[in-house]
């Protein structure tokens, strides 16, 4: 047709290929679950209770107390709200500087909780969830070690509902108030 441009040939281009789909599993040792060199570690997936306390152990290793490191994550609907560990506060000198109140004072384990210039890690959970106004009621507790009844207190004030735990501690008390309190209390082995 005279006026009409002609459109002129364009090259064929190759075929794309298809990536809308979930990417390709190898087969054999690189398999799910197989063995050393796959996409996920060898043997099941972690349940979630045993995720969540790793993820209370990787938390301690911030820990600047010199008894014991401990580390708090609080969830709810399997998402993290807020992550603790025990240290001294903002601003203060860490014990690994100062050396321990606590042994300085020869204070057992488990009493005059009090007297020591570190804040539990489910006190600086509970602080971090206010400080970046994320609310935890309803909220389950995972912790490397039994909360201590000052630490209980403010956990049933706030409204958890369930705490795992890995390591015992000596308060009964606290225990005692868990238990009138309806929060139920998992004492579990730490992975």
Known sequence: ????????????????PDVSGPPELPEGPGAPGGAPGGRRPAGPRPSWDTYFLQLA???ATRSTCLRRQ????????????ATGYNGA????????????LRDQMQIPSGERVELCR???????????AAVHGVAIEGATLYTTLQPCVLCAKM??????REIHYGEGYP???SRDMFEEAGVV????DLP
């Open 155 to 160: 956990l049933i004030n706030c409204g958890v």
């Open 57 to 59: 152990r990787q938390a």
């Open 89 to 100: 506060p903002r601003g203060i000198a860490h014990c690994l500087d100062t050396g321990c």
């Open 171 to 173: 308060d009964e008390l």
């Open 118 to 128: 570190a804040i539990h890690a489910e006190q600086n959970a509970i602080v971090q």
């Open 1 to 16: 047709m005279p006026g009409v441009p002609t459109v002129p040939d364009v090259p064929e281009v190759p075929e794309a």
């Open 185 to 188: 209390v998992v004492k579990e």
């Open 70 to 81: 401990v580390g708090a994550v609080l969830v709810r609907d399997r998402r993290i709200l």
